[in-house]
């Protein structure tokens, strides 16, 4: 038998349609996720590659800073010029260049961490790492100019600071290197943009202090300066936005040179400690207006100050106050600007150079170079017209000279020449001075030629004595002035039928005289110096403003000097400074520098003088700015004084690396012994125009990176 079964399922049916509508819907939702995951890699790319970017550019711009200024330096020294290898590192290009370096701005990931994962055969996956070994792709002049930089001069650019004057070789050059030179002066494009007339103050005009964390002034206030500066816009990612295909704007900034003379009420390169005497005493009736800046400081004791600035850091006391606040703990310690600035206001009494990320200061300090002229050999082949020495040492600015050439003998250094030096119709003239014998036969020491018979001279105001004759026979006249005829009418007839010639002494405004010690001095009477110049006919007190005296050691033989030691000893030679109470004959000025020690014997520039057209002093007294520069001063000739009072700015050359802080009230009287803290009044003050900058001036540079932000500055 047979059986057979048929079962049935439930009846269904396949749609084609259904299928395909599922299947294309689910590609696109995963086409979808899948872009929208690559472009959310793209954007974590490109997120990643701008933070990276820039990281690496604010390394760029603080190394920018970093080499500028040192690059400015070598355009200025001896041989910059002398041959392709020596300048072509001071080119803007290569400073660029070699920030990129100095950054390691040229990949992501420092070789030393490499080599710290030890991943073998690690790739990286950042586009933005390249060579950039075309600088000019990363760095141009703001436009419509080309090049690397714009430069300052010349002309003015919208948005951007007031330009200085110079001739155009020298703007030719400030496009390929960082130019410093006294040939950059402020003309008439300048004027809306400065404090002061630019006729009267075309070198140093008043300049608003830039906001900055270094408060060597305040931010916004005036300060004394001379600014040059480059303009460039930097983009680092538009070297390679090829293949990272990055779309950055460029950035735009401005790189700032101050020259700033120092004008601080004290001021030194050097550790210096504050507050109390070499002999522990704290200081009394003392009066400091304004900041301090000292290359290292210590405060001692129980002291207050407006501000303090630092370039290598500080330590303050307990009893220390910067700006009415006192600061028992770190100051620069996190937190601790922000709470003062939020409670007391926007300045920071307190600070470094190093807070600020674009800032450098940088003091120009020669030391003991400052002092001696006769230690430089002249420069040439310099890229800048204004050399280095001539631009950082005292003694080689000053317009009148004054050296001891020889002496009796290497037993007795008693000088019997001396050689003075000044300008007249601007072109240097040597005087050469025997203190021994007269420049003509039977002449005494003294008298200077001035003319042959028959012709006339014109002395001034100068009163002089006169002599006529020749051979060792002479006529004389004492107290003469105005125009003299040197002839028989007026003298008489010395020497029958001989022609005969004109002779004068002036009141010389230097000798040399001995301390009561015994020790040799070049003794300076600086209120003769007026009607002297009148009697040489030289240039006026305007001009011939500042005096170095110096050892001409230079040559060698038994009557030849020997160069003075530094630390002075008592061995060497000094400077006495006399008759040196009224400087009103000086209408700009007066200075002295000397590697001398020097004895200050008289009141020193005490009388009031009239102030320049146009500007009034903020204490309604003007005296004549002066300056004294010296590697050692003490008070007193004669005697010793019983007190000193100073006033003014306070400064020290000491070199920046001493173990031993300068203190810079110390004072000495003539044997050398110390002032008690009692018999010292101090009253110091910071110059706040330039009316009151001496013929001679420490100088200083601050070094600013700025960003100039369209939306800020409006063009």
């Given at each position: 038998m047979t059986f057979s079964s048929t079962k049935r399922g439930k009846p269904g049916f396949v749609s084609y349609v259904l299928v395909l509508s599922t299947g294309v819907i689910l590609t696109l939702l995963m086409v979808t996720a899948y872009r929208r995951a690559t472009n959310s890699m793209a954007a974590q790319k490109n997120v990643q590659l701008n933070v990276d970017y820039s990281e690496k550019e604010d390394a760029i711009l603080r190394s920018i800073v970093a080499?500028?200024?040192?690059?400015?330096?070598?355009?200025?020294?001896?041989?910059?010029?002398?041959?392709?290898a020596i300048k072509f590192p001071l080119r803007w290009q290569n400073i660029f260049t070699e920030a990129l370096a100095q950054a390691n701005a040229r990949?992501?990931?420092s070789s030393n961490l490499l080599t710290t994962l030890a991943i073998t055969n690690l790739r990286s996956g950042n586009s933005g790492d390249s060579a950039l070994g075309?600088?000019?792709?990363?760095?141009?002049?703001?436009?419509?100019?080309?090049g690397y930089v714009s430069v300052g001069v010349n002309r003015s650019l919208a948005g951007y600071p007031p330009p200085l004057t110079t001739s155009a070789t020298i703007r030719s050059m400030d496009l390929i290197y960082p130019i410093i030179t006294t040939g950059k002066v402020y003309g008439t494009l300048a004027q809306s943009g400065v404090g002061l007339p630019v006729a009267t103050y075309p070198n140093y005009n008043l300049l608003t202090y830039p906001r900055i964390n270094f408060g060597y002034a305040k931010p916004g206030d005036p300060f004394v300066a001379r600014r040059n500066w480059w303009a460039f816009s930097m983009d680092v990612g538009a070297h390679d936005a090829a293949l990272t295909r990055l779309a950055r704007p460029a950035r735009d900034f401005v790189l700032s040179i101050y020259e700033v003379p120092s004008q601080l009420a004290i001021s030194a390169s050097s550790f210096m400690a504050l507050g109390q005497y070499a002999s522990g005493d704290a200081w009394q009736n003392v009066t400091i207006s304004g900041g301090i800046f000292a290359g290292k400081a210590a405060v001692e004791g129980t002291t207050a100050f407006s501000a303090l600035a630092?370039?290598?850091?500080?330590?303050?006391?307990?009893g220390t106050t910067l700006g009415g606040q006192s600061f028992a703990s770190n100051p620069f310690q996190p937190g601790v600007r922000e709470s003062y600035q939020l409670t007391q206001g926007d300045f920071f009494p307190v600070s470094l150079a190093s807070e600020s990320g674009r800032v450098a200061f940088v003091p120009i300090n020669r030391?003991?170079?400052?002092?001696?002229?006769l230690a430089h050999a002249a420069e040439s082949s310099v890229l800048s017209p204004t050399t280095w020495n001539n631009y950082s040492i005292g003694a080689l600015q000053c317009a009148m000279r004054l050296d001891i050439t020889q002496v009796v003998s290497a037993l007795n250094?008693?000088?019997?020449?001396?050689?003075?030096?000044?300008?007249?119709?601007?072109?240097?003239?040597?005087?050469?001075?025997?203190?021994?014998?007269?420049?003509?036969?039977g002449l005494p020491p003294g008298y200077l030629p001035c003319c042959?018979?028959?012709e006339t001279y014109n002395f001034g105001t100068a009163v002089v004595d006169l002599a006529y004759g020749k051979n060792g026979t002479y006529a004389y006249q004492t107290g003469q002035t105005g125009s003299v005829t040197f002839d028989n009418a007026r003298f008489g007839d010395p020497l029958v039928g001989v022609f005969k010639a004109g002779y004068y002494k002036p009141s010389y405004p230097f000798e040399v005289k001995s301390l009561t010690s015994g020790k040799i001095c070049i003794a300076v009477y600086p209120q003769r110096f007026a009607a002297f110049l009148a009697a040489l006919g030289a240039d006026s007190t305007a001009v011939n403003n500042s005096l170095v005296v110096n050892v001409d050691y230079t040559n060698i033989g038994p009557t030849y000097p020997l160069k003075p030691l530094i630390p002075c000893t008592d061995l060497d030679y000094g400077c006495i400074l006399q008759e040196c109470a009224d400087f009103t004959a000086f209408s700009k000025g007066f200075s002295l520098v000397t590697n001398l020690r020097t004895y200050i014997g008289d009141d020193f520039n005490i009388v009031q003088a009239t102030p320049p057209a146009g500007y009034t002093p903020v204490s309604g007294i003007y005296y004549p700015p002066c300056s004294l520069f010296t590697p050692e001063k003490r008070y007193g000739v004669e005697v010793n004084p019983f007190a000193v009072r100073l006033g003014g700015q306070i400064g020290s050359l000491a070199s920046d690396i001493i173990a031993n802080p300068v203190r810079p009230l110390d004072s000495k009287n003539v044997n050398g012994a110390n002032f008690t803290a009692d018999r010292i009044t101090v009253n110091l003050q910071p110059i706040v125009h330039p009316a009151e900058l001496p013929p001679i001036t420490m100088k200083n540079w601050l070094?600013?990176?700025?960003?100039?932000?369209?939306?800020?500055?409006?063009?």
């Open positions: 080499i500028t200024p040192n690059r400015a330096m070598r355009a200025m020294q001896h041989y910059s010029s002398s041959s392709d990949t992501s990931i075309t600088p000019s792709a990363i760095f141009k002049a703001i436009a419509p100019e080309t630092s370039r290598r850091g500080m330590t303050l006391s307990g030391g003991a170079d400052f002092f001696d002229r250094k008693t000088p019997t020449d001396l050689r003075f030096s000044y300008l007249k119709g601007g072109v240097r003239q040597d005087l050469s001075i025997s203190l021994t014998t007269g420049v003509a036969t042959v018979e028959d070094v600013v990176l700025e960003e100039r932000r369209k939306e800020f500055v409006g063009f």
